[in-house]
């Protein structure tokens, strides 16, 4: 897969999540209530360095990703504590094996906080910041792809985008909202067994398109940044 990330992208990651954005006041901490929901993976970023190879650690302690290239660690998002990870554009970027839990699942949500000030100008596919995926290489693969893009290039419309389907082209989910001001947003893509997609930005459905449904399987590891 190649890897369109140009600028610099900042995530917290959570898979099969969809819970409020924060805590209300008196609720458990953040992190408690993602686990209490027991996704599949629960990315914190919170290891002292990052480097080539080094383990970015799931606080499920099932499914911990790989450093690949020259990433760095951020400031998280304010209130919720931990980490964010940082991507330089060109060769930074995290993966997580294919697993079982991944492949052969027809449900599921992807969740994750992002902040990013680089232009989102290029349609899919690749779009301009490609964010989290589990790609092939070929227009009928059964895939998904989460990227940073636009509706109408060369437009910089700061939309998220995602791309999903089990066999044949992508059906693409677009939220309505300019999302790279540098402000930090909460994305969850929720997709049911009927092909069913939902897309929320900062807990608000923008966007809800249908695939057709089926299990959407492959052998490729789940590639962040």
Known sequence: MIRFVLGVVFLQLSMAFAGQPLPPAGEPPYAAQVLRDKPLVYLRFEEPEIADGQIARDETAAHSAIWHGAGASGVGVPAIHGQAAKFDGSTAYLEIADHVDFSSSKAMSVEFWFT???NFDRTFWPGSA?????????NGSSDWT???GSSD???NQGRIIVGAG???GDTKTVSRTKLNEGQWHHVVWCREDSGANTLFIDGVPEARVNDGGGAISNNRPIQIG
């Open 166 to 168: 089990p066999k044949g």
């Open 146 to 148: 989460i990227i940073g």
């Open 130 to 138: 490609t964010l989290v995926s589990k790609a092939t290489a070929g």
């Open 153 to 155: 290039a060369p437009d």
């Open 116 to 118: 990013s000030t680089q």
